[in-house]
């Protein structure tokens, strides 16, 4: 008798679905992993959803709301595996630009009757809640990444995801450096991840993957200046997708952000 | 003709002859590699033709900084070394080393050689023969022979080419590595070009080298040729624009490893990578294992490693070097020193890539330098690893 496959459960908070939808990118994969692992609950892809508890669950987006800092307790307690995916889920995403404004006033901004809007100060990652068992990153994620992280939860291994500068993948694949040749490009502080797109594009690393593992944007930010970058440019490139992960936020506040 | 390997033979061929050469070498199935202009850099990729190669530029480069600049002449090899060195070909970024497969009959594991081609480089600089011969030596001597290194590297035809342009970033001189090829070449050209003519004086380094050379149009080198090519190398010799002092740095270096210039130098380091990537000697590699969804198949990857990575140094409990000076001076010491108790020699061949291509330009002549100008030398005191 085949072996009772483990449940998956995918779950979304404040973000805009592109890291689950990775997931249903997967196309040559998708019909493997149905057969390796039941898709128990994932309201994305099907309208189908059991009960749980769930072998591994896949949480996207960040916690915005009083409802969702609940919500993600019992998302814990319903998941043995707990993985973390997108940029918002592991640094609290775009919408934590929020944690350093008046909430209110970005409120009475967009809405056109803010008082039904019911929201927190802050946009923060689900680890700031609850423990993580793995976070993976990007914005969006690799699905090639999200599949070595699936298989590595299956097989009972480490994922083989590295946490280096993007610089180590760019050379990787051969891309000759744009900063070197002027262009300020983030990618020696950005984990890898993405396969150095940009560069091999000739474009410089906007910091999808938020901060490598031994970020030292003090010395980058200083060689964006050299190259001509303003203290603005500086503060708003460190206020993106990433804008809470601590190494980004303390550079982009060093430059007036 | 006889030809003694030692570079007896020398002759002189034409821009059209090496067409020729390069035609030749494909017809044997050789990937002919050499310099080629893309994304503005030079760059080593497939030549199928010697319009190909990068005529009429030139490289300007300085700590941190790379650019392409248009020549006066339609030289073919005026410029010094680019981003990339062999070491992509015959020691690539990645590689599948094996993949095992789970069928009716147990597991099989397969190792795929069958794509490995026989290379021919043209353009090949001093230097990088003698970052070619430690990595032959890092690889090949000794009891754990690299396999897939070996063969690659066997039937590797390799034309060198006598540098006619020293960047600023270059100090092959103070490394004893060039600007001249001593060995380790099939053919060795040094190109000749001004208003009179374009040619290439062809030394013969290796029988098969010789064998090519016979199969082309080519008249024997006249003494003026000879002056001339001379000339060039002596030209370049004098314009490289950096400078190592070798003389008792390994012990310089062993005995100051508490330097406080470690984390001056930490300070503005990125921990990127990009030296050791660059580096043409640099041999470090990591291996990722992966398996599928179905727990069915797995495959183990070679990948290039850089001691600049938390990874790198990752024994039980954690990273040996978590701080930025400790792994920049593991790196440099490593390359300057502790690489001739290993292997025998320099791991620094003087390329000066390192200094290009690191993006805050940090320069391990200047790094050097500084240590050399304020030595500590408190021997006999331990460093701790972070
Ligand atoms: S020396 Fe330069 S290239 Fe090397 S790791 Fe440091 S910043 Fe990167
Ligand atoms: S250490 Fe730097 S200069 Fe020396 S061989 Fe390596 S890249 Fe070239």
Request: net charge positive; proline share 7%; charged share 15%.
């Given at each position: 008798m085949k072996a009772q496959r483990p449940r998956l459960a995918v779950w979304k908070f404040a973000s805009c679905d592109g890291c689950q939808l990775s997931l249903l990118d997967c196309e040559d994969e998708l019909l493997t992993l149905a057969g390796a692992i039941e898709i128990a609950n994932f309201p994305e892809a099907s309208s189908l959803i059991l009960d749980g508890p769930y072998d591994l669950s896949l949480v996207e987006g960040s916690i915005t709301t009083a409802h969702d800092a609940e919500r993600i307790q019992m998302v814990r307690q319903q998941s043995k595996f707990l993985v973390t995916i997108g940029a918002c889920a592991t640094a609290?995403?775009?919408?934590?630009?929020?944690?350093?404004?008046?909430?209110?006033?970005?409120?009475?901004?967009?809405?056109?009757?803010?008082?039904?809007?019911?929201?927190?100060?802050?946009?923060?990652?689900?680890?700031?809640?609850?423990?993580?068992?793995?976070?993976?990153?990007?914005?969006?994620?690799?699905?090639?990444?999200?599949?070595?992280?699936?298989?590595?939860?299956?097989?009972?291994?480490?994922?083989?995801?590295?946490?280096?500068?993007?610089?180590?993948?760019?050379?990787?694949?051969?891309?000759?450096?744009?900063?070197?040749?002027?262009?300020?490009?983030?990618?020696?502080?950005?984990?890898?991840?993405?396969?150095?797109?940009?560069?091999?594009?000739?474009?410089?690393?906007?910091?999808?993957?938020?901060?490598?593992?031994?970020?030292?944007?003090a010395a980058l930010a200083c060689e964006w200046q050299v190259l001509g970058a303003t203290p603005r440019d500086i503060a708003r490139v460190f206020s993106t997708f990433n804008a809470a992960a601590e190494a980004f936020r303390k550079e982009s506040k060093a430059h007036g952000g | 003709m006889q030809h003694r390997p030692d570079g007896g033979t020398k002759a002189v061929i034409s821009r059209e002859a090496l067409q020729q050469l390069i035609e030749a070498l494909s017809a044997e199935n050789c990937r002919v590699l050499g310099p080629t202009v893309r994304d503005g850099a030079i760059v080593y990729d497939e030549i199928a033709q010697v319009g190909n190669l990068p005529a009429g530029w030139t490289d300007r480069q300085e700590a941190g900084r790379y650019h392409l600049e248009r020549r006066e002449d339609d030289a073919l090899f005026g410029f010094a070394v680019g981003p990339q060195s062999w070491k992509q070909f015959l020691h690539p970024p990645v590689e599948t080393l094996w993949t095992a497969r789970q069928g009716d009959d147990g597991i099989s594991i397969a190792t795929d050689r069958s794509e490995t081609p026989i290379f021919a480089f043209i353009g090949v600089r001093a230097c990088e023969l003698h970052a070619i011969a430690i990595q032959d030596r890092v690889f090949l001597d000794g009891p754990y022979r690299d396999v897939t290194y070996g063969m690659r590297r066997q039937d590797a035809f390799i034309v060198a080419v006598n540098c006619g342009n020293a960047a600023a970033t270059c100090f092959c001189a103070s490394m004893g590595t060039g600007p001249k090829v001593d060995a380790g070449f099939d053919l060795a050209l040094t190109e000749l070009i001004d208003a009179t003519r374009h040619e290439f004086v062809v030394e013969v380094g290796s029988e098969a080298g010789g064998d090519l050379l016979d199969r082309l149009p080519h008249r024997p080198a006249a003494n003026a040729d000879l002056l001339a090519a001379e000339a060039v190398i002596a030209r370049t010799q004098s314009a490289m624009g950096r400078r190592l002092e070798t003389d008792g740095l390994k012990e310089l270096l062993q005995a100051n490893l508490n330097h406080p210039r470690w984390d001056e130098v930490a300070a503005r380091c990125l921990a990127c990578g990009n030296c050791t990537s660059v580096c043409p000697t640099c041999f470090c590699t990591t291996v990722e294992d992966h398996s599928d969804l179905m727990g069915s198949s797995a495959e183990r990857i070679r990948k290039w490693d850089s001691c600049f990575t938390l990874d790198f140094s990752y024994l039980h409990g954690g990273s040996v070097r978590t701080t930025a000076s400790s792994r920049y001076r593991q790196w440099m010491t490593h390359k300057l020193a502790s690489w001739i108790d290993q292997f025998g020699t320099s791991g620094c061949v003087g390329c000066g890539r390192c200094i290009t291509w690191c993006p805050v330009g940090i320069d391990i002549t200047a790094e050097a330098a500084a240590i050399r100008a304020t030595p500590q030398s408190r021997k006999g005191e331990p460093h701790g690893g972070t």
């Open positions: 609290g995403g775009i919408q934590a630009l929020r944690n350093f404004a008046d909430v209110d006033d970005y409120i009475a901004a967009v809405y056109a009757s803010p008082k039904y809007i019911s929201t927190l100060a802050t946009s923060t990652p689900i680890s700031a809640h609850i423990a993580v068992d793995y976070e993976l990153r990007g914005c969006p994620i690799n699905k090639a990444q999200l599949i070595e992280v699936i298989s590595a939860y299956l097989a009972g291994r480490k994922p083989s995801i590295a946490a280096h500068s993007v610089c180590i993948e760019c050379k990787q694949r051969g891309a000759v450096c744009v900063m070197v040749q002027g262009t300020p490009c983030l990618g020696p502080v950005t984990h890898a991840g993405c396969g150095a797109i940009c560069p091999s594009f000739r474009r410089g690393c906007y910091g999808c993957y938020g901060p490598m593992e031994t970020p030292n944007t | -």
